[in-house]
């Protein structure tokens, strides 16, 4: 049984709340992870009773009669300290929980992130990072929205945090840090690439230089840093491929009865493939440089979703990554990174 | 017989010269259109004799002693005035070629594009725009690495190029056009997005307003403005996500007899899936706003591509694209797009 205990914003996300408490309950079940259970009360014990569960140590329900809905505007969630994402905040805040789980408004999550458990106090702008899927293993994206309009100093910590990222969690050794850019030699990109690759060369970190679009699926990095808008566009932007290509797919398969027999027959290896590919299994996209834990999972997120982030949150503490973090920004960023 | 010529660069891509050679004579023999065969005669001449043709009005030959590679900078064609790709451009500077195509060194036709074929008049910054497959049709996503670190202007010039290319090429009526943003809502992006938003709302262009990256795949919009920094990126990561997606459906395929047959069965459907998605089939990005087409395709680019390529710029001229571009720039953009 685990010392840790989660708050999970059981209100957040598209099939929030019964797939939120299903989700902490298999994180009980199958890894013995404990959880607080934040939102509204006489829902959340429905559902537990419905899944033959009820509240105990192990699944501790916090009230909260507010909850933020997923167009709101993020910054809304300051104001409404009644809303389940607020009230699982502060107890990480106050030490009661020891990390966040949320697949509601990733605008209000971030926001939660970033001024209810905070930053460390090394990292001047906490940032999201999503280990993608190649051929040969995963390579982290960073940032993936949570900052627009970056700096160069962004970028050095987004890629110690990437760096720290892939080695504590993925369990990469040394691992090869890229700067997305559109052209492989040092000298091409945009201003803030050019201004940002002199600080990643004398960084110390295994800096390989440019990467272009090309490498976030090709395996040749493991740690590739961007402005939070560009990252963002392209983690949608796969995503939407990825449905349109199956979509499309499917159109032709239907045509004939022979491709669909095949697609029957190929249905196991597409399952597989699926899994790999499959947003759910990676437990949702951490907040580096947050005091704790935060774990923001897409909306869509189903129970299997949210305990694999339950268990990314508690792994996160077991590796004691913000104290690796906060090493790591001393050691690559020796001017400090705050000036 | 096309009254009109385009000049080829034959010693640019990774097929050069054969394919690019084939190209010519392919969209001679199927689509009755001309080409200059810019390039080392005598090799241009030994393939054609082995595609049992010859030079003639259709197929002429112009020499060109030198070649810009693949990954020189692209500045240096300007000073490399006997390479294929310069030659090419001055064909059609001079007025003796109607079009170029280029399936060379990308910033090299760029270069070309802009500096010896020059622009049109109200167009400061001609854009590359790409047409990727939907569900339902076409989606232009533009500009794609022409521009980095693009003002408002700028975008609103290439959003009204994006709606000329939909509406006079793709045949797509009152195109809606979107500016890629990282939420929906007026207001949500960076800096940039925030300053285009209001002169794309007062332009009297179809605009719908943000979209997001999983909007150039979704079919919502026809043309989807952004910085060519952040669609070059898109643009390469969603080939290479498409390659990953493939090797990795391979790998798992391997593993079982059954899968194996399965996907022996579905390959029809798949090639035909693979011809939307290809390409090839496009015939090349065209630099929009150039005083002629100019057309560039991909590096790999095979015969057909090229073939396709020399279809593409005949049809900007058959459409009277740049007219019809001028008009336009003029009509969306009342207080001069230049100031």
Redesign the interface.
């Known amino acids: 049984m685990s010392e840790t205990i989660i708050a999970v914003d059981c209100m957040g996300g598209d099939y929030a709340p019964e797939e939120i408490v299903k989700g902490c309950v298999l994180a009980y079940r199958e890894l013995g992870l404990r959880s607080y259970l934040v939102g509204d009360e006489t829902a959340i014990r429905k559902i537990l009773k419905a899944l033959g569960e009820e509240e105990s140590e192990h699944l501790q329900i916090v009230h909260a009669g507010d909850a933020i809905g997923m167009h709101e505007p993020p910054s809304v969630v300051l104001r409404r300290k009644d809303s389940s994402l607020y009230v699982a905040g502060l107890l990480v805040r106050e030490g009661k929980a020891d990390g966040l789980v949320s697949a509601g408004n990733t605008?209000a999550v971030l926001t939660v992130g970033k001024f209810i458990v905070g930053s460390i106090e090394e990292m001047e702008r906490p940032t999201i990072g999503v280990a993608l899927?190649?051929?040969y293993g995963k390579t982290v994206l960073l940032d993936v929205?949570a900052n627009?309009?970056c700096k160069p100093k962004h970028l050095l910590q987004f890629a110690i945090a990437g760096h720290t990222y892939a080695e504590e969690v993925l369990n990469i050794r040394n691992p090869r840090v890229g700067i997305?850019?559109?052209?492989e030699e040092e000298g091409k990109?945009?201003?803030l690439v050019k201004e940002t690759y002199p600080l990643l060369k004398a960084s110390g970190l295994n800096f390989l230089g440019n990467a272009?679009?090309?490498?976030?699926?090709?395996g040749n990095f493991d740690v590739i840093v961007?402005?939070?808008?560009?990252g963002?566009?392209?983690?949608?932007?796969?995503?939407?491929?990825?449905?349109?290509?199956v979509?499309?797919?499917k159109?032709?398969?239907k045509?004939?009865i022979?491709?669909r027999?095949?697609?029957?027959?190929?249905?196991?290896?597409?399952n597989?493939?699926k899994k790999?590919?499959d947003f759910s299994e990676y437990g949702g996209i951490p907040l580096l440089g947050a005091k704790k834990p935060v774990i923001i999972t897409h909306g869509r997120a189903n129970a299997r979703a949210i305990k694999n982030a339950i268990k990314v949150a508690n792994e996160f503490l077991a590796h004691r990554f913000n104290e690796r973090l906060s090493q790591n920004l001393l050691r690559f960023s020796p001017q400090g990174v705050k000036t």
């Open positions: 605008g899927p190649n051929p929205g627009v309009d997305l850019s559109i052209g990109g945009n201003e272009e679009g090309r490498d976030i699926y090709s961007c402005d939070g808008f560009v963002n566009v392209i983690l949608k932007a796969s995503e939407s491929l990825g449905m349109a290509v979509q499309m797919i159109e032709e398969v045509k004939s022979v491709a027999i095949g697609a029957l027959l190929m249905m196991p290896a597409l597989n493939f790999k590919a």
